[in-house]
């Protein structure tokens, strides 16, 4: 029986097939979720997704869009917002 | 679009920055310069202002920030200019804060 914390599908399930020709369920952390608009909800381009952990190691520009709204809002609609502001 | 148009720039790095049309290059772009680098532009790019500045074609930056004062826009400073403008704060941040130390005193 495997332990509490591995049952609990907190982590995701890899099965990989061992050289002695045994499968084994490795257990991996979870890959982080989609960004999404923070207006019209559309999936975010330019964030690249990873282990959580590892994307906090990554440099800002590599994070998020190099415009403003950049990682919040897709370009349609901060183009909006900048319009707004006019 | 016409040469010395005010613009605001809605796509990009540059996004948010105001902008004059420096150069007409074709039908679908322009070269822009102001708060934005000075770069070629799609016009799809700019949200054009009502206000029109007076400036020579190819206008240099200096030129384009001058006539952008004039209406009413700041300027902000990039690079080796903002720097210096930054030292100059801090200096004047410290002075301050000694020459109040010397009045407690």
Do not use: Q, W
Request: aromatic fraction near 2%; charge should be positive; hydrophobic fraction near 30%.
């Amino acid at each position: 029986m495997v332990e509490g914390k591995l049952k609990s599908r907190k982590l995701r399930r890899v099965y990989v097939r061992m050289p002695g020709g045994e499968t084994r369920i490795l257990y991996k952390k979870r890959i982080m979720g989609k960004h999404k608009c923070g207006n019209c909800g559309k999936e975010l381009h330019g964030i690249p997704r990873m282990i959580k952990s590892r994307f906090k190691n990554l440099p800002k520009t590599k994070k998020r869009p190099e415009r403003p709204y950049g990682g919040n809002l897709c370009s349609l609609c901060m183009r909006e917002k900048i319009k707004e502001g006019i | 679009m016409e040469i010395g148009r005010l613009c605001i720039k809605i796509a990009g790095r540059d996004a948010g920055g105001e902008c004059v049309v420096v150069e007409v290059i074709d039908d679908n772009f322009v070269m822009i310069d102001g708060n934005t680098r000075r770069r070629k532009c799609n016009i799809m790019h700019l949200e054009p202002l009502d206000k029109v500045l007076k400036i020579k074609k190819n206008a240099s930056h200096s030129d384009v920030a001058d006539a952008m004062e004039k209406a009413g826009i700041k300027m902000i400073k990039k690079g080796a200019a903002r720097k210096k403008a930054e030292k100059k704060k801090e200096a004047k941040v410290k002075e301050n804060k000694i020459s109040k130390k010397e009045k407690k005193k």
